[in-house]
């Protein structure tokens, strides 16, 4: 049990890992068309983080304990697929709402952000789940500064989701990184005000809710990755690398096309 403060070094390669992996979004964002398979999405990414960025694709080959090792360079999750989508021919088509999950080593440090894209055009209801969750995720990122809990951060993604009809995966939530993907604090996307690990400054985690249009219930495809809602109803997730500072926080997985909060409304940017 040990959360790893961060140097001011190690911050430092964070803010760069962070951008690329932001960059990758925004490099992949006006792609995501009707038509294109998602491991097209996945081929072009892996490319741009490679060939363009120097840096290394760290889901590809990524074997945490009890799983196989990930064979694709992004995640690609589509409608009911709630996380850890595999890249395969399966072509995207309009109205389809698609998650692409990119995590960047560069350096020996790691960047890991997510956004939802449209295919065409959504529906009503796909469009506000994905407006919800992005909110979910502004509130809970709000709620990060030294002092307060990994509850209050919890507690506040939970509050936005319910109150919208919402529901919120448990069996996933957000992580410590740094040298490590994966690592201490878990950040449930839901909880109890003043419970759970008290912030300080130099933390970094993810914050990055799965919020699902009907029950939370889950179920794992055989393939080994593939989370997808056991009711097939919609789910939607955005994700945001986060630091802690005395003063609140500063997102790391920032870039020139990152979607505004206020402004947000086309996820495309269009
Ligand atoms: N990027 C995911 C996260 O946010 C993890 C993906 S693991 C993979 O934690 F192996 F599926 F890529
Ligand atoms: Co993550
Ligand atoms: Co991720």
Redesign the pocket.
């Known amino acids: 049990m040990s959360v790893i403060l961060k140097t001011p070094e190690d911050i430092e390669k964070m803010r760069v890992a962070g951008r690329l992996a932001a960059e990758v979004l925004d490099y992949i964002a006006p792609l995501i068309k009707p038509g294109i398979a998602t491991e097209e999405v996945d081929r072009l990414c892996h490319e741009y983080m490679v060939e363009h960025q120097g840096a290394t694709p760290?889901?590809l080959n990524?074997a945490p304990p009890g799983?196989q090792p990930?064979p694709k360079s992004v995640?690609t999750s589509v409608n009911h697929v709630v996380?850890?989508g595999i890249p395969g021919e399966k072509k995207l088509k309009s109205g389809d709402i698609v998650n692409v999950?990119v995590?960047v080593i560069k350096d020996g440090y790691h960047g890991?952000t997510?956004r939802m894209f449209y295919v065409g055009q959504p529906s009503i209801q796909a469009k506000r789940l994905c407006e919800v969750t992005y909110e979910c995720m502004w509130r809970g990122i709000d709620a990060v500064r030294a002092g307060a809990t990994l509850g209050d951060v919890g507690h506040a993604v939970q509050t936005h989701a319910v109150q919208h009809g919402f529901s919120v995966v448990r069996e996933f939530c957000g992580?410590g990184i740094g040298r490590k993907?994966?690592e201490e604090p878990q950040v449930l996307h839901y909880g109890r005000p003043g419970t759970g690990l008290k912030l300080e400054a130099g933390m970094i985690f993810?914050v990055?809710p799965m919020i699902n249009a009907g029950k939370a219930d889950i179920r794992q495809l055989a393939d080994g990755?593939t989370v997808v809602t056991k009711d097939h109803s919609l789910s939607a997730q955005w994700?945001h690398t986060v630091l802690v500072t005395e003063a609140g926080h500063e997102i790391l997985t920032v870039s020139a096309g990152t979607p505004p909060r206020a402004r947000f409304g086309d996820v495309n940017g269009a």
Request: with cysteine; charged share 20%.
């Open positions: 760290a889901p990524y799983y990930f995640c996380c850890h999950d995590t890991d997510s992580h993907f994966h993810t990055e990755w994700e």
